[in-house]
C-alpha cells in the first residue's frame, strides 16, 4: 500500500500486538522533527553564574561600581556569586567582609535577592545573589527596548 501511494510503512510501536505501523514520507517526518527541536533549542535560556570579586578595604567609587556591575547582571537574568577575599591580616577580622556583603545585597534588594547567604571558606567569604526576574523575561524585555529604540532612530530625520 505505501509503495502504490509513495511513501514509507514507518513501524512506530514494535513492542505492541501486533506491531503498529504507519504510512508516511519519512524524510519530511525526520524534517520536522529536526526543526521541532531546533526551535526547542532557541527558546531555551543559559542561566549563567557571574562573578564579582571584593576586598574589605575597598574605596567608595570601586564598590560603587562593583554594586552597577552585580545590578546589571541581576537585570539581565543571571545569578552574581560575590566572593569576598581576606589577604594578610584581614583575615582576623572576617566581620568587615560580612557587613559588606550584606550592604551589598541591602543595595541591590530591587533586583536581586541573597540566595545563599555569605559564607566563609579559607580566606575567601562567598554569598550568591539570584535575579528576581527570569531569565526570559530580562531577555524578552531586552529585545523589545532594543525594538523601540531602532524604531525611535528610524523615525528621526537625519
Known amino acids: 500500500m505505501a509503495d502504490e501511494v509513495g511513501l514509507d510503512l514507518v513501524e512506530i510501536a514494535a513492542e505492541a500486538n501486533p506491531p503498529v505501523c504507519k504510512i508516511m514520507d519519512f ?9 521541532k527541536a531546533r526551535e526547542a533549542r532557541q527558546n531555551q535560556t543559559h542561566i549563567v553564574v557571574k562573578e564579582v570579586r571584593l576586598t574589605p578595604k575597598i574605596e567608595t ?3 560603587e561600581t562593583k554594586r552597577s556591575q552585580v545590578e546589571k547582571f541581576l537585570k539581565s537574568g543571571d545569578k552574581v556569586k560575590v566572593t569576598m577575599k581576606f589577604r594578610g591580616r584581614e583575615q ?5 567582609g ?7 545585597a541591602e543595595d541591590v534588594k ?3 535577592f541573597v540566595e545563599f547567604a555569605p ?3 579559607g ?8 535575579p528576581t526576574k527570569k ?5 524578552a524585555e531586552a529585545k523589545a527596548a532594543r525594538k523601540a529604540k531602532a524604531e525611535a532612530a528610524a523615525q528621526t530625520p537625519e
Open 61 to 63: 567609587h570601586d564598590y
Open 92 to 96: 582576623t577580622r572576617p566581620e568587615l
Open 27 to 35: 524524510g519530511k517526518y525526520k524534517y520536522e522533527v529536526a526543526q
Open 119 to 121: 559564607k566563609q571558606e
Open 135 to 139: 531569565k526570559t523575561e530580562a531577555v
Open 110 to 112: 530591587l533586583v536581586g
Open 123 to 130: 580566606r575567601n567569604m562567598t554569598m550568591v545573589l539570584g
Open 98 to 104: 560580612y557587613k559588606m556583603l550584606q550592604r551589598l
